[in-house]
């Protein structure tokens, strides 16, 4: 939800991902993994305040949002990592680059609170950074449309075109083109972050490409006719295997879900959280519970976005999708 700040800047609640289907088909000339990606946004959110300067100058403010380690105790809070310096933050990048480009001499006042989990393959810094060009854009006045954003977008990060509008979708080549937004029920999972995270370069060094691919259709199929046992079953990962390699907490992890009822459980990203799906939100609440206490990083109960969360008829959907049902729970930190 977008709405204005005392201070006149614009705000918006950033969702998380979670990648229901991550196929490697092969390595790229340049270097990049030719991926098949099927992306879904999901109820974790940071948020991001804008606020035109006048003077140009281009500024970022970036901090875990305040109560945070008191509320999820000395295991969880060793699982958020030092933020980036500001000129380091995607967020600070991509605006830049889009003034570059834009022409513009106008600046920005950002401050980004911080909830998703960084190292953690659920796209925090990426959605941050979509959710930078997208308020620069309106803020600046610069009417660019979402397939000019796109551009920018790429060349920033593989993940971030998929923010720019947060629905279900499929991408391909290194993970950064649109195939086709796809019909996706709703559903209701529980998110681990262990304390350590995994590096995105480090996990595709790992990996291998497929022999044999596994079709994603099956997995589309289900998902469309909300079939929830059936997505469970057509999930997959392709990375899971190198990070496996890389950081015990992923074995760990699957045991416990395996040791849960949730219906299909994985890896998300390059890793390291990891999700299972659960029965509805009261079922995906208890499972949360039940991980929590056992002091493995933090555990959220989320659902995802089976649409885009205004329509598709809304001329400001590409910047309100965050669902926040009240301005307080997007004040955290300040």
């Known amino acids: 939800m977008e709405f204005s700040h005392p201070n006149h800047s614009l705000v918006v609640n950033v969702p998380a991902k979670l990648n229901l289907f991550l196929e490697v088909l092969a390595r790229r000339k340049d270097g990049y993994h030719e991926l098949e990606n099927l992306m879904v946004a999901v109820s974790i959110y940071d948020s991001l305040f804008f606020a035109v300067d006048h003077s140009g100058k281009l500024e970022l403010d970036c901090a875990w949002a305040s109560g945070l380690t008191i509320e999820s105790g000395r295991r969880e809070a060793s699982a958020m990592d030092p933020l980036p310096d500001p000129q380091a933050n995607l967020v600070w990048r991509a605006v830049a680059q889009l003034r570059q480009r834009a022409g513009v001499e106008l600046g920005a006042a ?11 393959g659920l ?19 610069l009417n660019w449309s979402r397939d000019k954003l796109s551009t920018v977008a790429a060349e920033i990060g593989s993940d971030i075109p998929f923010f720019l509008n947060c629905e279900p979708a499929v991408y391909c080549g290194r993970g950064d083109q649109l ?8 559903l209701s999972v529980v998110v681990v972050r262990p304390p350590t995270g995994l590096g995105t370069a480090d996990v595709y060094r790992q990996c291998r490409p497929a022999e044999t691919s596994v079709p994603l259709l099956p997995l589309l199929l289900a998902g469309q006719s909300g079939n929830l046992p059936l997505v469970a079953k057509c999930m997959t990962n392709r990375l899971q295997p190198a990070a496996v390699r890389l950081s015990p ?14 219906l299909g459980h994985q890896m998300t990203g390059s890793g390291s959280s990891y999700f299972g799906i659960c029965r509805n939100s009261r079922h995906a609440r208890r499972v949360a ?8 990083g933090r555990v959220f109960s989320a659902s995802t976005f089976p649409t885009s969360p205004l329509g598709t008829n809304d001329p400001n959907r590409r910047i309100r999708y965050g669902d926040y049902r009240g301005s307080h729970q997007a004040r955290g930190g300040f």
């Open 123 to 141: 796209g925090g810094a990426s959605g941050d950074a979509a959710a930078g060009l997208l308020l620069a854009n309106r803020a600046w006045g």
């Open 179 to 186: 195939r086709r937004v796809v019909e996706f029920c709703r």
């Open 289 to 296: 519970n039940q991980i929590r206490s056992l002091g493995v």
């Open 110 to 120: 950002i401050r980004l609170v911080k909830r998703i989990p960084s190292a953690a």
């Open 249 to 262: 907490w992923i074995q760990t992890l699957q045991r416990i879900f395996e040791q849960s009822d949730c």
